[in-house]
Structures are given as C-alpha cells and as structure tokens.
RNA sequence: GCCCCCGUGGCGCAAGGGUAGCGCAGCGGAUUUUUAAUCCGUUGGCUGGGGGUUCGAGUCCCCCCGGGGGUACCA
C-alpha cells in the first residue's frame, strides 16, 4: 500500500534528522535558474562554480557516487555526487528518493559522455517527499489525477508546466497591450445584486448579514459602463465570469474574461485591438502567426476578413432574413429542420438557425458583424439599418474567441430593449436579461460613444497553445468532489 | 441531461468465466561517469463501491460513485 511507501520516506527523513539534518530546511541562497546555467558550462574542462535547486526526477546511484537529474521551472540539469567530494555529507546523498527537493552547489562541467553536469561540492535536502512520483517514463496518463492533483501533473507533465506558463505571457500581454492603448485596470464586483451583460444563467449566492440573494457575475459589462458614464474612458478587467451551464471541452462554470471599453470609439477600434492582441500574443507564445488545432492551419495576420452576420445565413440557408420577426423565423426554421421552444423571441430563433447552420462552417480568423437588434439587447443600432446592431464576434477555429459592439448610449432605446428581455425573461427565457434600472439612471446621466469588448482568456489560450481541453489551460477545473473528500458545507 | 467507453499494487499497463501478472518506483545486495543506468534477490493488490448469475467473476448482469469521449445546453 502507498502507507508503505510513505512510511519508508518518513523513515529516510527522521535518520536525517539523526544525522542532524532538517530535511524540511529553509532558505536555499545562490541559486540560479537551470536555464541560465546551461549556457555556462564550458564545452570542456571545468566552468564556473554556480548552486541551483530543484526537485529530483530521475536518480542513479552507483556505489559511492550518485546522479541525480534536478529539475526547476526552467529545465533539469545533472547534478553529480561524489562521496569523496562530499565526504561524510553523501549520507545525505543516500537517504534523497526521487520527488525529493534539493538544493545544489558545485562546478559547472560536462562529463566525459557530454552531458551538462554539476559536479557537486554540496547536496543539501531542502524538502523530503512523502509520496512517490508517478513512473518516471510514462508519467501521468490518468486525467482524472492529473486534473485533481495538479501538483503532481506540473511536477511530471511538460505540457502542463507549458500550457500553465502560456497563460501568464497571455494575460500578461494583454496588459501590457491595454495599457499601451491607454486603458486602466479596474474591478468590479463578484457578487451582484442583478446579474446582466450576457445571455447566460447565473450562480446564486447568499450573504447572511444582510440576508439578501447574490448572483456570481456573468459578465462585467454593466459595471464598467457605469465606469465610462463615470468618465474613466478606456477601462478594462481581466477576471473570473461564472455561468451555470454545461462543460465541456469549451466550457468551465467559471472562467477568465478581459472586457474593455474605449468612450469616442466604435466597434471598427475593437476589431483593430482583437487582431492586435492576437497576433502580437500569437508571436509570443509560438513564436509566429500561425496557429494549428485539429490538423487545420489559420493565420491569424491582420486584416481578418469581415462577414455579415445575415449575409452569412443567406449563404448558408439561401434564406434572406432581414428584419424577419418571429412568425417567419419560425417558418424558417421549419423549413430549416433546426427544433425551437415556444418560449424563444427572434434573438434566441436567429441564434438557434446560426448555431445550426453557420457556426460550424466558421474557420477563422473572421469578424462575424453586424447581428439583427434583436439578437443583442445592450449594443448600438447599426448607424444605415435600425433593423441590426454594431456587434462583431471574432472566430477562430470556428469557435468564438471575442464579442463587441458600438455600446448603445441612448438610455430611451436601452430601456425598451432591457424591457423586452424582461418580458422575456418572464416568458420563461432562462438566459434573458433582467431589467437593471440603476444601469439605465446612470445611462440617463450620459454615457460617451464608446467601443466595447469582451475576449476569453481561456479560449484564446487554448488556440495559442493547441490545447485540446480548456481544463488543460484552468490549472483547476471543476471537478465533481472524489470520494472521500469532505461533504459539501464541511468546514464553515 | 442523454449515448458510448473506462476504473486492476504509488504510477504505467496485461489477464475478457478457471489460482491476478509485467514494467517503473520501493526494499536488501553489488557498483566512483550514469542518463528510462546495469546485475542478483525481494515486499506490496478483497481488481472504484454494492448487489446478482455461476460449482467458480477484473471478466457476465443490475444499481451507485468517479473519469473520458460524443451529443444537447452554452453570446
């Protein structure tokens, strides 16, 4: 059983605190990432002295010396033992399993068969494992383990430790990009009193004290409009949206959105920003623009090409749904074979035939623009047709990585429009918006012409990296609770 | 939600009605330039949980738990 396995390591450790070592020991100075130290091993003879640390993957003891394979976050170098160089202190050495953290100080010098090496003056264990590390050759192969202990997973799965530090060049970019434009960092609240800014059914909460119902947010959208209103002009959020819906390869109940706004701009100004950010982080991550998934190959180059959203439909359906209301989009999908609910207004009836017909065909990159009013009840009216709004949504892949509109500034046309989906909403329509009248008071004091933008960090980490699964870039995705574990509620 | 598949020592895998095996890791021994080190010896499993069929069940059936894929839902 693993309590044996244990059991012989927790025994390791107490003999080294009889050798008057703390095998959970303290500060470790000197050190040097592995990937710097590489380079300054000298193709022969011996380099510099340098130190490093790291955990042990792979170790080969022979006798009276041992090679230990160290790794840190930048790679793994050999470190070599000696138990002449060492003296009494290879004790040490003896007692190291592999998982175990260690600290090393030596000469930086290749071995007679090549190999990058540290050869060791001084081993110091800095942390004892308990546990044994999965097979050291085909590590971890279980996803269930891999997603549930992520601290093995990075500790053994280099893609893992790649997909985990694309992330932070991705969020990191998207900063640093945002702040070049001019945009400030803001947050917003979590915990909402009325939830809004997407079609999407919330998580509900409950504060004690002031015993009232809260929604986790879906969107950060009306919060920052408010900020616009408030004379911010270009603010932005990168933070956690929860939508109490389906998972799947593309889906996790909560997950990372950057929503921006820029007051004097449109949604022409998000389209130039959403092909900035991809193709500088696409550059950055990969090294080029390309991008590969499922054996396709997209270039994500700007300019991306432009597609009406109703020119789209037609293409695909050979029907012209301009302006259509719900009898004929009805009609249409009947003739489509595309199944609706009685329940469904125009917007949900368009999306069902796009979801449907359009959608899949999608590669990418290309801005869908230009979406029927009915579709969108928080985006401008299309400046030549009162019948569609100025919203574009940005795919890659044929999955939507982006969302944006000319906001809509008018509070009279907000107010009917949030009053529709109120109607809707009480119809049935999960997903539909509640009215917010604090938001229309503060549209009602004035709130600039403005672009707005929101872009899935997770998705857009996934294209760049190719990772199959958005579990993959969520260093914890939501799993349900493994046996065992304390039931929900323990611990309050 | 529905359909299909999977769950076997710490990890990676065999065994598909007839006594549960192998590799890695572990333990003991040899080994002062190895790198999935090697060699000799060796510990460890109520086969996710429960019920059933059978003389006999990892193996067949049912229920439950967990996971994966697909599908539905999903701005």
Same mark, same amino acid.
């Given at each position: 059983m693993s309590e044996d396995l244990i059991q012989v390591r927790a025994e390791k450790a107490a003999r080294l605190r009889a050798l008057g070592v703390d095998p959970y020991g303290g500060r470790y100075d000197g050190i040097e990432p592995v990937a710097a130290l590489l380079p300054k091993v000298p193709a022969t003879g011996p380099g510099p002295e340098a130190a490093l640390a790291g955990r042990i993957m792979r170790m080969r003891a022979h006798g009276k010396t041992t090679f230990l394979d160290v790794a840190d976050r930048t790679g793994r170098l050999q470190v070599y033992a000696r138990a002449d160089q060492l003296g009494a202190a290879y004790e040490v050495v003896s007692l190291l399993d592999l998982g175990d953290i260690v600290g090393a100080q030596g000469v930086l010098q290749k071995t007679r068969t090549g190999e990058p090496t540290l050869f060791a003056k001084a081993v110091t264990i800095l942390t004892k494992a308990l546990r044994p590390p999965p097979e050291k050759f085909h590590g971890l192969a279980d996803p269930e383990i891999r997603f549930r202990q992520r601290y093995v997973d990075l500790t053994v799965t280099e893609e893992a430790r790649r997909y985990a530090l694309a992330?932070?060049?991705?969020? &990191?970019?998207?900063?640093?990009?945002?702040?070049?434009?001019?945009f400030v960092e803001v947050e917003t609240p979590v915990?909402?009193?009325?939830?809004?800014?997407?079609? &999407?059914?919330?998580?509900?909460?409950?504060?004690?004290?002031?015993?009232?119902?809260?929604?986790?947010?879906?969107?950060?959208?009306?919060?920052?409009?408010?900020?616009?209103? #408030?004379?911010?002009?270009?603010?932005?959020?990168? #933070?956690?949206? =929860?939508?109490?819906?389906?998972?799947?390869? =593309?889906?996790?109940?909560? =997950? @990372?959105?950057?929503?921006?706004?820029?007051?004097?701009?449109?949604?022409?100004?998000?389209?130039?920003?959403?092909?900035e950010i991809v193709a500088t982080l696409a550059r950055e991550v990969t090294g080029g623009t390309t991008l590969e998934r499922d054996g396709k190959k997209i270039d994500v180059t700007p300019p991306w090409p432009r597609l009406p959203f109703l020119q789209a439909v037609r293409d695909? @359906?050979?029907?012209?749904?301009?302006?259509?209301?719900?009898?004929?989009?009805?009609?249409?999908?009947?003739?489509? #074979?595309? &199944?609706f609910e009685p329940g469904m207004g125009a917007g949900a009836l368009?999306?069902?035939?796009?979801?449907?017909?359009?959608?899949?065909?999608?590669?990418?990159?290309v801005f869908v623009t230009d979406y029927p009013v009915e579709t969108t009840a928080l985006a401008r009216r299309h400046r030549k047709d009162p019948a569609l709004v100025e919203r574009f949504e940005a795919f890659l892949f044929g999955k939507e990585l982006g969302n944006a509109f000319s906001e809509l500034n008018d509070p009279a046309d907000q107010r009917a429009r949030l009053e529709e989906q109120a109607r809707l909403l009480a119809a049935g329509d999960a997903e539909a918006h509640a009215m917010d009248e604090d938001f229309v008071r503060a549209l009602e004091h004035g709130m600039p012409p403005a672009g707005g933008l929101g872009m899935?960090?997770?998705?857009?980490?996934? =294209?760049?990296?190719?990772?199959?699964n958005i579990r993959e870039v969520i260093l914890f995705p939501l799993l349900r609770p493994e046996a065992g574990s304390p039931p929900p509620g323990a611990g309050g």
């Open positions: 992330r932070t060049k991705v969020v &990191a970019g998207m900063r640093r990009i945002l702040d070049a434009h001019g915990l909402q009193p009325l939830y809004g800014g997407a079609a &999407a059914r919330p998580f509900t909460t409950h504060h004690n004290t002031l015993d009232m119902k809260l929604y986790l947010r879906i969107a950060t959208e009306l919060y920052l409009k408010r900020l616009l209103v #408030g004379g911010l002009e270009r603010v932005y959020e990168i #933070g956690k949206d =929860f939508r109490n819906e389906g998972i799947d390869k =593309f889906h996790n109940p909560e =997950f @990372t959105m950057m929503e921006c706004y820029q007051a004097y701009a449109d949604y022409t100004d998000m389209m130039a920003l959403v092909e695909r @359906t050979g029907l012209d749904l301009h302006a259509a209301d719900v009898p004929r989009l009805r009609e249409a999908c009947r003739t489509l #074979g595309i &199944a368009l999306d069902a035939i796009w979801s449907d017909r359009v959608e899949p065909h999608l590669i990418g990159p899935g960090v997770d998705r857009l980490t996934m =294209f760049l990296t190719g990772a199959p």
